[in-house]
């Protein structure tokens, strides 16, 4: 009556020994190490930096327990913190600059556990340490920079419907533009009503000038927006340059948290974040007199002097300040080689993007345009070609004295997008990994405590029934680790406190199970009926209970952020464990031990059933 087919048995056994072999990797710790990376691919890690590495270290004394490359980087493990700080200095003064030498944390797990890809558990910033900036958007330059792209899209706008104007300025409060007479101050009037509807309008009719003001609520937009994508270009930046597990959320209405989980170097944080370039689209300057006065150190109003990369190296070129195109107007950006075979990088524009490009094209055959790359606030000309004929479809190739390597970094940087404004840390806090060790033993100690008092009042209470509900608690608790590590997902001490709770839901199912074989033996039902009826019975009320604890659970996850989702993450699996083992393990412990008897008077439950006489 009470027996397992042998595929459920199987099923169990299979489970327990998976969920064995992925929860060892989080018993094993990790240890310090430092990881070199190259702050541009075509500066490449390889077995010669290895040996600088090792020949450096050995110099001074400090003895690695291994060191080994993974992908474009090198890791070097060692036994203590003191060594790993004492290497990283080493190492940054022996390779220079041109290399990103990084705090890290490795895990220790033996190579054979490495091979079937059984990795820990990530761990929050509050369990494994890291960095953790407060980012502050500057408003300001948000609202300037769209000031700027509204001006170029006045100016083409203009152009088109081949309206006269003199200059148009901008200012702390908006757009000035100077009309030739009245005719023309009625004609920009209406173009700005229809392609601006944003802005407020003041005319000077005695003066021919038109005063254009954002109205209220499109700074407000203007500014919601500005933070929402440099949310998404800092996601895109970190995702693109590996670090595992980032936090980047809004924080007030101007503000950002990013907390990056292990990145024990607050440098590389910073350069993570900072690695973010845009491309602009400018007009050369050729006139002689004008450079020639750019290069005697009196640039014209209106123009740039900077740096143009040539296979002769860097020479000065004199652009204007209009930025005719921007990044902003990027769908993607790729690698590859012009038609010469030289190293390119091919961009595709969007609708809007491909007709700013093929209206300035057309308009400027002949003249030189310059594509310039801003990153970390330094703009430098890739290229300047001349413009031959209109260049129309949203197609754009960029190439100069650049190799594949570096055509590479060129299109990931362009792929992930610029900011909408620059940003300024306000807060930076390290959390070391002894904090964060603290915090791993602490949380490990509540669960152990509540798992052995829980255990401990099953088994006087339940007797033998108290012991297989311990054993299948014990069976969830290592489930639910396996899917943890399984799915590599980031637990913090709001997790932590999800496993707590995971054990005493688990354990709410192992009493009804429980209780309602004590009701049945209570009803005179011989004692294999009464197992078989209490669960069959009491699992509808665990599936219920389960499913209505899970929509919870997923509402959470959904609309959740930081560490509520990540609380709500360990607690749907929670679940999905508990009614595993609390169902299917629990009776297959139960049919192990009673299901082989044939003639079974008594349980061990609190109670003993006792036939009529």
């Known amino acids: 009556m009470n027996r397992y087919p042998l595929w459920k048995y199987l099923v169990?056994?299979?489970?327990?020994?998976?969920?064995?072999?992925?929860?060892?990797?989080?018993?094993?710790?990790?240890?310090?190490?430092?990881?070199?990376?190259?702050?541009?691919?075509?500066?490449?890690?390889?077995?010669?930096?290895?040996?600088?590495?090792?020949?450096?270290?050995?110099?001074?004394?400090?003895?690695?327990?291994?060191?080994?490359?993974?992908?474009?980087?090198?890791?070097?493990r060692f036994h203590d913190p003191d060594a790993q700080i004492k290497?990283?200095?080493?190492?940054?003064?022996?390779?220079?600059?041109?290399?990103?030498?990084?705090?890290?944390?490795?895990?220790?797990?033996?190579?054979?556990l490495t091979r079937l890809k059984a990795h820990p558990m990530f761990l929050g910033l509050d369990l494994r340490g890291g960095v953790h900036f407060l980012l502050e958007v500057d408003m300001k330059a948000a609202i300037d920079k769209t000031m700027e792209r509204y001006a170029?899209?006045?100016?083409?706008?203009?152009?088109?419907?081949?309206?006269?104007?003199?200059?148009?300025?901008?200012?702390a409060n908006g757009l000035e533009i100077q009309l030739r007479d009245a005719e023309t101050l009625k004609a920009t009037e209406d173009v700005v009503a229809r392609t601006l509807p944003a802005f407020t309008q003041n005319a000077d009719d005695s003066t021919y000038r038109l005063r254009l003001a954002l109205k209220p609520e499109e700074v407000t937009r203007i500014q919601s927006d500005a933070v929402k994508q440099n949310i998404t270009t800092l996601h895109n930046r970190v995702n693109e340059l590996g670090v595992a597990e980032p936090v980047i959320q809004q924080s007030g209405p101007n503000r950002i948290v990013v907390q990056l989980p292990g990145v024990q170097d607050t440098a590389k944080a910073k350069d993570i974040l900072g690695r973010t370039a845009t491309l602009e689209v400018r007009m050369v300057e050729d006139d002689s007199a004008k450079v020639a006065d750019a290069l005697a150190g009196n640039v014209p109003t209106g123009y740039d002097l900077l740096d143009e990369m040539t296979p002769r190296g860097p020479q000065k070129i004199l652009v204007k300040k209009d930025v005719e195109l921007t990044g902003d107007n990027i769908n993607d950006a790729q690698p590859g080689f012009d038609e010469n075979g030289t190293p390119a990088v091919h961009i595709n524009l969007d609708s809007t993007g491909a007709a700013i490009f093929r209206d300035v094209t057309a308009e400027n055959i002949g003249r030189r345009m310059a594509m310039i790359l801003v990153e970390k606030g330094r703009a430098e000309v890739v290229t300047a070609p001349v413009i031959r004929s209109e260049i129309g479809g949203g197609r754009v190739q960029?190439?100069?004295?650049?190799?594949?390597?570096?055509?590479?970094?060129?299109?990931?940087?362009?792929?992930?997008?610029?900011?909408?404004?620059?940003?300024?840390?306000?807060?930076?806090?390290?959390?070391?990994?002894?904090?964060?060790?603290?915090?791993?033993e602490k949380g490990f100690h509540s669960t152990l405590w509540g798992f052995a008092a829980i255990a401990v009042f099953m088994m006087i209470y339940y007797r033998m029934f108290g012991v297989i509900s311990t054993l299948s608690l014990a069976v969830n608790l290592l489930m639910l680790v396996a899917l943890l590590s399984m799915l590599q997902a980031t637990l913090t001490l709001p997790g932590i406190a999800a496993i707590a709770l995971t054990l005493g839901m688990a354990i709410d199912a192992n009493v009804l199970i429980n209780e309602r074989i004590r009701e049945e033996l209570r009803n005179g039902v011989p004692p294999q009926s009464a197992i078989q009826a209490g669960y069959q019975h009491a699992w509808a009320t665990i599936l219920d209970s389960n499913v209505t604890t899970m929509i919870a659970g997923l509402a959470l996850l959904i609309f959740g952020s930081g560490p509520v989702r990540g609380f709500a993450v360990v607690h749907c699996l929670g679940i999905l464990t508990s009614i595993f083992s609390a169902v299917l393990v629990s009776r297959g412990f139960v049919n192990l031990w009673y299901g082989r008897r044939r003639r079974l008077t008594t349980v061990s439950i609190g109670q003993v059933w006792k036939p009529e006489q």
């Open 12 to 76: 169990i056994a299979v489970a327990l020994v998976v969920s064995a072999i992925y929860t060892l990797p989080n018993f094993y710790g990790e240890t310090p190490a430092v990881q070199v990376s190259s702050s541009r691919q075509s500066i490449p890690v390889n077995t010669d930096v290895m040996a600088r590495v090792e020949s450096a270290l050995k110099q001074q004394g400090v003895q690695p327990d291994g060191m080994f490359l993974d992908g474009n980087s090198l890791k070097v």
């Open 152 to 171: 170029g899209d006045l100016r083409r706008e203009l152009k088109a419907k081949k309206v006269r104007y003199g200059t148009i300025k901008r200012d």
């Open 398 to 440: 960029i190439s100069g004295s650049m190799n594949a390597a570096e055509a590479g970094d060129v299109a990931l940087l362009l792929r992930a997008g610029s900011l909408a404004a620059p940003m300024q840390i306000v807060e930076e806090r390290t959390i070391g990994p002894s904090l964060g060790k603290e915090n791993i």
């Open 87 to 112: 290497a990283r200095d080493t190492i940054q003064q022996a390779l220079g600059d041109n290399y990103i030498i990084a705090l890290n944390l490795l895990s220790a797990s033996p190579e054979w």
